[in-house]
């Protein structure tokens, strides 16, 4: 089993920036990917980014070049820069093991506004 906690989410004004994190604890070793979700109100939740222990990063089809993630053993981070009212939303992390076994977060929320 993988547990994931977020942290680093909050309210941010339109045009600043933050750096959501994430920690994995317990069968960290079986975690291939790692990465982000969010799920706007109201909408679908869609995947942000995704990075393998390879190094391969994936981003999905809506996100652009605001958004940097990065990882470091157990945990993934997510820069976001240049925040605007529609990235507002739940950031999960996400986790997928090397049989396939996915994990989520509980999620941090990010509120842009003024």
């Known amino acids: 089993q993988v547990q994931l906690v977020e942290s680093g989410g909050g309210l941010v004004q339109p045009g600043g920036s933050l750096r959501l994190s994430c920690a994995a604890s317990g069968s960290i070793f079986d975690l291939n990917v790692m990465g982000w979700d969010r799920q706007a109100p109201g909408k679908q939740r869609h995947m942000v980014a995704r990075?393998?222990?390879?190094?391969f990063t994936d981003y999905g089809a809506s996100i652009d070049r605001r958004f940097t993630i990065s990882r470091d053993n157990a945990n993934v981070y997510l820069q976001i820069n240049n925040l605007k009212p529609e990235d507002t939303a739940v950031y999960y992390c996400?986790?997928?093991?090397?049989?396939?076994?996915?994990?989520w977060g509980l999620g941090t929320q990010v509120t842009v506004s003024s």
């Open positions: 996400y986790g997928r093991s090397t049989e396939n076994r996915e994990y």
């Open positions: 990075k393998m222990l390879s190094g």
